[in-house]
């Protein structure tokens, strides 16, 4: 349970724009993978702060996520699969899939990998 409120946190606090709480959501050394939407690999807190600030109003002013299926891989690791909708100022939206590695800590659970596929054809087509 603990799993999935964090990762459904993220779309309260990142939406909300308070940046400032991403330790909550992430490890200090998080690597956030958004090769598969042409942003490259951004590594620790600051970075993705930075590359949230950057893209600005091209942000989703909505992420919502379901689907969360969470399998214990190694004492205090899991790996949390989950769905994502984001819907842009526009009203446009688009679908992905979240591939992560969440680590037990000091401060309880935190996402310390996060691997973002979107998805642009039906049926895993292409």
Known sequence: MAIT?????????????????????????????VSDLGGGTIEGLAAFRDAALAMGERNPVGHHVTNIVVTETADDHVRALS????????????????????????????????????????????
Do not use: N, Q
């Open 5 to 33: 409120e964090l990762i459904s946190m993220h779309g309260h606090l990142i939406d909300a724009g308070r940046l400032d709480r991403l330790h909550e959501l992430f490890t200090a050394d998080a690597v956030y993978d």
């Open 83 to 126: 769905k994502g909708i984001g819907i842009m100022a526009d009203g446009t939206c688009g679908s992905v899939t979240y591939e992560d590695t969440v680590s037990r800590g000091d401060r309880g659970w935190r996402i310390s990998h996060r691997r973002v596929l979107s998805r642009r054809v039906p049926l895993g087509a292409g």
